[in-house]
């Protein structure tokens, strides 16, 4: 079956330490991708997204990267915050149809 | 800033209640989802809208209604609640011809079914 999973379900690091999460998926026909970040009590919030035809996309303090080969994805955090404290998902959608399929999560600690 | 809002942080329902989740988006996106969340499990898409009266169900509609009136508000219904429905709702709002093709969360109403 088709699945969007995660490697690790809980990682820490320590401040000031750059995070890496990873996210493998099984169908190599999706093409847009999206990391969230959600923290406790609140609803995901929209971190970075990525299309297929990209292996790579900054943003502020994070990098996203798409490796088709294997079907996986991987958010990178540099210099990790107490604040990034949070449990972050990938997300992906096929061909933009209405759906979108969730990994169950990584809970990262930010230890100070 | 999109804002999605949902009718309740917390609810807390007896078995055979019907229970109306309500959610609201101010901006004028077309589609709307309703997801729930349990731990392990990642978020499970219950039903979703991409249009005023129109719904589509979703993996786990079994349990649920929806209902679509006005463009910015979309409502999920449990028409009789049991206790294997407790758990995370969240909605999303997402406009398919924007820019890009994210879903933008409610914060979420924790259900709880005694």
């Known amino acids: 079956g088709e699945s969007v999973g995660l490697h690790l379900p809980t990682l820490s690091v320590q401040e000031g330490d750059n995070s890496i999460i990873n996210c493998a998926y099984s169908?190599?026909?999706?093409?847009?991708f999206i990391w969230y970040k959600q923290e406790s009590g609140k609803g995901p919030q929209f971190i970075i997204d990525i299309r297929s035809n990209m292996d790579k996309r900054q943003g502020q303090r994070v990098t996203v990267l798409l490796n088709k080969t294997v079907k996986h994805l991987s958010l990178q955090i540099a210099a990790t915050q107490p604040g990034d404290s949070a449990v972050y998902f990938c997300?992906?959608?096929?061909?933009?149809?209405?759906?979108?399929?969730f990994g169950s999560g990584t809970k990262l600690n930010v230890k100070p | 800033d999109v804002k999605v809002t949902q009718s309740s942080r917390y609810l807390v329902k007896r078995t055979g209640e019907k229970v109306f989740l309500e959610c609201v988006q101010d901006m004028d996106h077309e589609n709307m989802f309703w997801y729930r969340q349990d731990p392990g499990l990642g978020l499970r898409l219950i039903y979703f809208s991409y249009d005023v009266k129109m719904k589509e169900k979703g993996d786990i509609p079994e349990g649920y209604s929806v209902s679509r009136e006005k463009k910015e508000r979309f409502s999920l219904i449990l028409e009789s609640a049991s206790t294997n429905q407790t758990s995370m709702y969240l909605c999303a709002s997402m406009n398919p011809s924007g820019l890009t093709d994210t879903q933008y969360f409610g914060p979420g109403t924790r259900l709880t079914v005694l």
């Open positions: 997300a992906e959608n096929r061909q933009r149809i209405n759906k979108f399929y």
């Open positions: 169908n190599s026909a999706s093409d847009y």
